[in-house]
């Protein structure tokens, strides 16, 4: 499964990030999980939101430059090698991993954020090796998973 990951470009000056962190507060749309990664210029910064279509829209008509890329969540046990193995899996298959991160998730599990040269067939070969994979769903609404 897919999911869609907010991408904001971010200049690197005083009260930019939080006046993005401001939009999505303003629009009622919460942060599952994000990545933050800057140059001397600019920073990009990666969300899982609870609505990634409201949030672009939305920090579009404030001026930020925002996008939706897709990405996925592969699920995979808290102990030592897992990260390897489905790395491993993926080199093996002939795929490559632009850039991960992890998604904020409760229990004896994690979810993995992954940015893939071929999603669909990375989702098949994850499967084929029984790694599940979150839904668009499951990934947006991961505090309501964490609270109940």
Same mark, same amino acid.
Do not use: W
């Given at each position: 499964?897919?999911?869609?990951?907010?991408? *904001?470009? +971010?200049?690197? &000056?005083? @009260?930019? !990030?939080?006046? $993005?962190?401001?939009? #999505?507060?303003?629009?009622?749309?919460?942060?599952?999980?994000?990545?933050?990664?800057?140059?001397?210029?600019?920073?990009?910064?990666?969300?899982?939101?609870?609505?990634?279509?409201?949030?672009?829209?939305?920090?579009?008509?404030?001026?930020?430059?925002?996008?939706?890329?897709?990405?996925?969540? *592969?699920? +995979?046990?808290? &102990?030592? @090698?897992? !990260?390897?193995? $489905?790395?491993?899996? #993926?080199?093996?298959?002939?795929?490559?991993?632009?850039?991960?991160?992890?998604?904020?998730?409760?229990?004896?599990?994690?979810?993995?954020?992954?940015?893939?040269?071929?999603?669909?067939?990375?989702?098949?070969?994850?499967?084929?090796?029984?790694?599940?994979?979150?839904?668009?769903?499951?990934?947006?609404? +991961?505090?309501?998973?964490?609270?109940?």
């Amino acid at each position: 499964m897919q999911i869609k990951q907010l991408s *904001v470009f +971010i200049e690197n &000056k005083e @009260g930019r !990030l939080e006046g $993005v962190t401001q939009v #999505l507060t303003d629009h009622n749309i919460n942060i599952a999980s994000f990545s933050l990664a800057d140059s001397a210029e600019y920073g990009v910064l990666r969300m899982i939101v609870s609505d990634p279509e409201m949030g672009r829209q939305a920090l579009k008509e404030k001026g930020f430059s925002a996008s939706l890329t897709d990405v996925i969540a *592969v699920k +995979i046990a808290q &102990k030592p @090698g897992t !990260l390897h193995q $489905v790395l491993r899996l #993926l080199f093996e298959a002939g795929f490559s991993v632009e850039y991960m991160y992890t998604l904020a998730t409760a229990g004896t599990d994690t979810s993995i954020i992954m940015k893939i040269s071929d999603i669909n067939g990375a989702i098949d070969v994850l499967k084929k090796n029984c790694y599940g994979v979150c839904t668009a769903k499951e990934a947006y609404e +991961i505090n309501n998973i964490i609270n109940k």
